[in-house]
């Protein structure tokens, strides 16, 4: 598996991850045989957040990984934080909200690594823009955690271009990515200035649920028409799909959303599906039911 800089500043990372936000219900070895299958086939970075599983992902990783100490220079772990859930973990919470004050997030950082067993991340992003975002706050404890050594790198995700030019520039080191929601079906970040001003500023995205979360798989004319293009290409429909991703001049970086060990092998193989420029038009075309103008 091919690794790439996400930012010419920022860590390389293998260039399919692997989600753990579905995770919740595995067993231990479930989640340690989904670890291995990730790294045989050359995915050594892992997407997580404080509150998947109900705060409870982080944690049962942590525990899969605890034992395997020479693991951890071999992996990037990336998390993010600023939601906080209304939970029985945390009954302080009287309403679901974002929380991006130096406090939460320093906390937060401080509760992903212990959970993680490790004493650095790779890279933190704040999980989702909050309308009290104090811009200088957030840097001042970014650049806290980054003197520390906690944290190594830092991003957003789901933030328009104006929020991350705005916290950005209240930053003294870059933004490394903005993991945004892309997928075939969910395209309209290609045409609205989100992922031109990543590429602008040399950011490659991660793409969120890069199926659709699943969503392409049901039954429907768009889905036999794209099973018979997956045909003329010999590969599986989200070999497909992810190709259509990988494209991308931007770099994109899917998230692999699988708790199956055996699609998850597949998606890490998406990287040699070529796909043809016309056929990612074809593919678009299915889905917007038009020609481009
Ligand atoms: N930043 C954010 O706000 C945000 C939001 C959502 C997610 N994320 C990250 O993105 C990752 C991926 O998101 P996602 O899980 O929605 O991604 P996804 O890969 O688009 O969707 C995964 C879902 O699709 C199903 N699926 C995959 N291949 C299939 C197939 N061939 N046939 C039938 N079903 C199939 C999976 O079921 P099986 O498990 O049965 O295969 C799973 O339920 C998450 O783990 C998380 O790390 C971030």
Same mark, same amino acid.
């Given at each position: 598996?091919?690794?790439?800089?996400?930012?010419?500043?920022?860590?390389e990372?293998?260039? $399919?991850?692997?989600?753990?936000?579905?995770?919740?219900?595995?067993?231990?070895?479930?989640?340690?045989?989904?670890?291995?299958?990730? *790294?045989?086939?050359?995915?050594?970075?892992?997407?997580?957040?404080? $509150?998947?599983?109900?705060?409870?992902?982080?944690?049962?990783?942590?525990?899969?990984?605890?034992?395997?100490?020479?693991?951890?220079?071999?992996?990037?772990?990336?998390?993010?934080?600023?939601?906080?859930?209304?939970?029985?973990?945390?009954?302080?919470?009287?309403?679901?909200?974002?929380?991006?004050?130096?406090?939460?997030?320093?906390?937060?950082?401080?509760?992903?690594?212990?959970?993680?067993?490790?004493?650095?991340?790779?890279?933190?992003?704040?999980?989702?823009?909050?309308?009290?975002?104090?811009?200088?706050?957030?840097?001042?404890?970014?650049?806290?955690? #980054?003197?520390?050594? #906690?944290?190594?790198?830092?991003?957003?995700?789901?933030?328009?271009?104006?929020?991350?030019?705005?916290?950005?520039?209240?930053?003294?080191?870059?933004?490394?990515?903005?993991? $945004?929601?892309? +997928?075939?079906?969910?395209?309209?970040?290609?045409?609205d200035?989100?992922v031109?001003? *990543?590429?602008?500023?040399?950011?490659?995205?991660?793409?969120?649920?890069?199926?659709?979360?699943?969503?392409?798989?049901?039954?429907?004319?768009?889905?036999?028409?794209?099973?018979?293009?997956?045909?003329?290409y010999?590969? +599986?429909?989200?070999?497909?799909?992810?190709?259509?991703?990988?494209?991308?001049?931007?770099?994109?970086?899917?998230?692999?959303?699988?708790?199956?060990?055996?699609?998850?092998?597949?998606?890490?193989?998406?990287?040699t599906?070529?796909?043809?420029?016309?056929?990612?038009?074809?593919? *678009?075309?299915?889905?917007?039911? #038009?020609d481009?103008?």
């Amino acid at each position: 598996m091919e690794k790439k800089r996400i930012h010419p500043e920022g860590p390389e990372l293998s260039r $399919i991850i692997t989600g753990v936000w579905r995770w919740h219900a595995l067993s231990s070895s479930d989640t340690e045989a989904l670890i291995n299958t990730s *790294l045989e086939n050359g995915i050594t970075t892992f997407d997580h957040a404080d $509150i998947y599983g109900n705060y409870s992902c982080e944690e049962l990783f942590g525990y899969a990984i605890a034992n395997r100490s020479s693991l951890r220079s071999t992996i990037q772990l990336v998390t993010k934080c600023g939601i906080k859930l209304l939970s029985d973990k945390r009954p302080e919470h009287r309403v679901k909200h974002y929380d991006t004050s130096k406090e939460h997030i320093v906390a937060s950082v401080e509760h992903s690594l212990q959970n993680l067993k490790t004493d650095y991340l790779d890279l933190l992003l704040l999980h989702r823009p909050d309308p009290l975002m104090n811009p200088a706050e957030v840097a001042e404890a970014f650049s806290t955690l #980054k003197q520390s050594g #906690k944290v190594l790198f830092f991003g957003i995700s789901n933030f328009t271009v104006t929020q991350f030019e705005m916290l950005q520039s209240y930053l003294p080191f870059p933004l490394v990515t903005n993991q $945004i929601e892309l +997928s075939l079906f969910n395209h309209q970040l290609f045409f609205d200035g989100t992922v031109d001003t *990543l590429m602008k500023h040399h950011i490659s995205p991660m793409a969120w649920s890069p199926l659709g979360g699943g969503k392409f798989f049901t039954a429907s004319e768009t889905q036999k028409q794209l099973e018979a293009l997956a045909q003329h290409y010999t590969c +599986s429909l989200s070999q497909l799909l992810l190709a259509w991703l990988l494209k991308h001049p931007s770099g994109i970086f899917p998230i692999l959303g699988t708790t199956n060990a055996s699609r998850l092998t597949e998606g890490a193989n998406a990287l040699t599906v070529k796909l043809d420029r016309q056929h990612w038009f074809a593919m *678009l075309k299915l889905v917007t039911g #038009k020609d481009v103008a």
